[in-house]
């Protein structure tokens, strides 16, 4: 396998879907995965109006590859380095893109898969996916963003809970617990996640990209201070063109 083939790429209705490739290990992240993640979704907002992540053979993505950081641990410490710089600038990447990156989960979302789910803008899962940060059931601490992001999303309590105990979580939990958006049937999982990804892409790309930007930047600064940026950003949006096309197309509809 080439390092190509770890991460394929295909572009359709200005929709881009990167999928995870190595289905023999459960799409399991390697240093090679991880760079080739991380160049496909730069490459792909360059191409698209939306991306799609999920992973090949019925998993979404187990985590690291042990086989790999067994090997790369009898190397030392500095050789490990690149297995989660790698999947860490992938994963920061997202919020950086101006498109949305929706992460389609079936199958085992754990440790590092679970992290990757973490990171996107939106997550829509199959009824029978299970997603978990496992990690502590092998003796290991997440080092995938867990500690960080997780908590930011569902709560200190809850987040510290499911890291220390490493629990299963269902579809329904992911969607109770804020961690994913919506739930779809098995049977209807793979048109829905398209149809989704295509309804955003057919949507004003300025708009998105600066909605986007606005809810990332906004979480890290005070609310003041994010309320003002969104104050400015609304108003410079609105003297732009694709504001103007958009007002246009509405008062026109409503006045026929």
Known sequence: MTESDVVLVE????????????PDRMN?????LGARLHVSLIEAAARAK??????????FCAGGDFHELERLREEGRDAMAPLFANFRAACDAIAELPVPVICAVEGYATAGGFELAQAADIV??????VLADIHSRYGQVPGGGSTQRLPRLVGRQRALAHILTGD???????VSWGLAYRKYRATEFDAEVQSFARQLAAKDPAALAKSKQLVNRGSGIPLAEGLSLEFETVL?????RSAANGIGSFT?????
Do not use: C, F, W, Y
């Open 50 to 59: 939306a991306i799609v992540i999920r992973g090949s053979g019925g998993n």
């Open 11 to 22: 572009v359709a209705d200005d929709v881009a879907t990167l999928t995870l490739n190595r």
């Open 124 to 129: 829509l899962v199959h009824e029978n996916a």
């Open 168 to 174: 299963r979580l269902t579809a329904d939990d992911a």
């Open 252 to 256: 026109k509809g409503s006045s026929r």
């Open 28 to 32: 399991a992240i390697t240093v090679e």
């Open 236 to 240: 410079d949006h609105l003297a732009g």
